[in-house]
């Protein structure tokens, strides 16, 4: 490959222990495109809002101008910001410019902002993480934009590490921020509904991620109250995910959140083999399969969650097996290897 210098400007937080999807998706795409440069020259420029302002613009700068081809992954207010200077960059210097979109709220932003129509338009790509973006930045004037797939660079396990079901009670898990939004409260609320109807604990639900500081008290609550079958278990490095994940019977995503795009808590789930019941919110049906993968819900009806664990609880272990190995098959389409393949195709074009 013949790109001499690769630019990256992202929220990275290397200093910080981070685990946010934003800050995961941008340290692993920065180090993929590192090892497709010329001997490893890459150019970083962190986001985090903890360094210096004119450190920050100072190596902005010398990112723009010494960098052949420069990818960008922003939220909504970094994009207010830097846009501008993509642009002018695009436009002034002729420079080759790619920007990741974060999440699924680029048609939202696109809507509010008009103007960004003309800066979305200067840049090489924007790869975005559905199809269904791509169709709706067309229809509002954007024409570069492409899919590409989320991404993680763990190994999948083995088909032969799937393990035959636990006994009862079976073990399931949320892994994603603990907020409002992500329905962490239904997932604790209908765990401890079907415990209590069914009058012994058959269902134990552990929850992973950082707490979002507005629902620290009403989780702390539900915490306490269904102390029986719900047990915070914090925060897992990025290395110890799959291993994590594979122990347990079911992933619980009942999402309601604004920005949701393309979750990689759900590759990080294929790669454990570990089967997903989620609403039907935003994008989840473009890359979850009701009954092959897991099981979709109507997002309007978050009662429903509570029939798609005892559809879960009910299955025999040849059933549940397949749909394991189903998710694992899914994996190979969400390795780094092979993302990164279209991504440098995209990129020598």
């Known amino acids: 490959m013949g790109i001499k210098r690769i630019g990256f400007i992202g929220h990275l937080a290397y200093n910080e222990a981070k685990f946010d999807g934003q800050t995961v998706s941008s340290r692993l795409l920065a180090t993929e495109l590192e090892k497709i440069t010329v001997k490893r020259k890459i150019v970083i420029v962190d986001t985090c809002k903890s360094q210096n302002r004119i450190l920050f613009f100072a190596k902005l700068i010398r990112c723009l101008f010494s960098c052949s ?20 960059f695009s436009k002034l210097f002729r420079k080759r410019i790619y920007h990741r979109v974060i999440g699924g709220n680029i048609n939202k932003y696109v809507e509010e902002n ?10 090489s790509i ?4 559905s199809d269904r973006i791509v169709q709706k930045l067309w229809e509002q004037g954007v024409s570069n934009g492409k ?6 660079d763990a190994e999948p396990i083995s088909i032969d590490e799937i393990t035959d079901s636990s006994p009862s009670p079976r073990y399931f898990c949320t892994f994603c921020r603990v907020t409002k939004s992500k329905g962490i409260s239904e997932a604790i609320e209908s765990v401890a509904s079907i415990n209590q109807e069914t009058g012994k604990i ?5 929850v992973f991620g950082p707490i979002d500081d507005s629902y620290r008290e009403e989780f702390d609550s539900l915490l306490v109250k269904h102390k029986e079958y ?21 992933h619980l995503f009942p999402t309601t959140w604004e920005g949701e795009g393309f979750p990689g808590t759900i590759i990080d789930c294929y790669n454990a083999a570990l089967p997903t019941i989620a609403t039907n919110w935003a994008y989840n049906s473009d890359f979850l399969e009701d009954g092959k993968t897991g099981y979709l819900y109507n997002w309007k009806m978050p009662e429903m969650l509570v029939s798609c664990i005892k559809k879960a609880l009910d299955e025999t272990d040849n059933e549940h097996h397949l749909i394991r190995v189903n998710n694992l098959k899914e994996a190979e389409k969400y390795r780094a290897s092979v993302v990164m ?3 440098i195709g995209d990129m020598n074009d």
């Open 69 to 88: 081809h420069i990818v960008f992954m922003l939220s909504e207010n970094g994009m207010k910001a830097l846009l501008p200077v993509f642009y002018c």
């Open 114 to 123: 008009r103007k960004w129509v003309k800066y979305l338009n200067s840049f």
């Open 126 to 129: 924007n790869w975005v993480q």
């Open 147 to 152: 899919y590409l797939r989320n991404f993680r």
């Open 202 to 206: 058959v269902a134990i639900l552990h």
């Open 230 to 250: 719900v047990v915070y278990k914090g925060i897992v490095t990025q290395d110890k995910v799959v291993t994590t994940l594979k122990q347990y019977y079911y």
């Open 341 to 343: 393949k279209q991504i």
